[in-house]
């Protein structure tokens, strides 16, 4: 039963656009959702966060969105950079004092010059 | 970087043996977690870690051991590895915040594990 869903394994985007990357759940406790980039050979790399208390989070060129009623948020890479050629995954929080993480599967993005 | 070290980075064992993972954190934390990455499941939660000797099953237990006896170390043993434990495994912590933790994990390079 995956909790967490990333259903687009590859995303291609020439650089200077927009990237945008999905996430959708099915827990109604998670609330604390969280996106990481992972290039190979590394271990994941924690890039943005949001609470469910908020519907927008922005950091720089990284925006999530969150969409409660839909259980719905996405990553908004912008503009895309070579660089950001990687795995991203979604995760998920239900809180609690041990703050485990439940991941998606991934989604590789690719930047083209 | 939470200065976390996994070792080995690499190994191949067989069917049958037991292995031990270790991963080291040079920080403190009190939380530590371990993972497994597969193609198609993303990461899964193994086991974690709230304390000197204070330990929790994850979402994938099954065939896994952990031991923590000292607050920068956490072990994660396979007592006789099988070829479904071939994959990467990642060690993380969560930054301590006072009597919270931080919902953000921070993670190690990685111990790619190949049984045969």
């Known amino acids: 039963d995956q909790q967490v869903k990333q259903n687009s394994p590859s995303l291609s985007v020439q650089e200077g656009r927009i990237s945008i990357l999905n996430c959708d759940y099915t827990n109604s406790m998670f609330d604390y959702f969280l996106w990481y980039k992972k290039y190979p050979a590394e271990g994941p790399t924690f890039l943005i966060s949001i609470s469910s208390i908020k519907d927008k989070n922005e950091d720089g060129r990284f925006t999530v969105f969150l969409n409660k009623s839909a259980k719905h948020l996405s990553l908004h890479i912008v503009p895309s950079q070579p660089g950001d050629s990687a795995v991203y995954f979604c995760a998920a929080s239900e809180g609690g004092t041990a703050s485990k993480l439940t991941f998606g599967t991934g989604t590789r993005l690719q930047v083209t010059l | 970087d939470a200065g976390i070290t996994q070792s080995p980075r690499h190994k191949v064992t067989e069917t049958g043996t037991p292995v031990t993972l270790r991963c080291h954190q040079t920080e403190n934390h009190r939380y530590m977690y371990w993972y497994r990455q597969d193609p198609g499941h993303g990461l899964r939660l193994i086991h974690y870690s709230y304390g000197v000797k204070d330990t929790d099953k994850g979402e994938v237990s099954d065939g896994y051991s952990v031991s923590r006896s000292k607050t920068e170390d956490f072990l994660l043993t396979l007592e006789s590895a099988t070829s479904s434990q071939t994959s990467v495994y990642f060690c993380?912590?969560?930054?301590?915040?006072?009597?919270?933790?931080?919902?953000?994990?921070?993670f190690g390079p990685g111990t790619r594990l190949t049984v045969t």
């Open positions: 993380a912590i969560s930054v301590d915040r006072g009597s919270t933790i931080a919902y953000e994990q921070y």
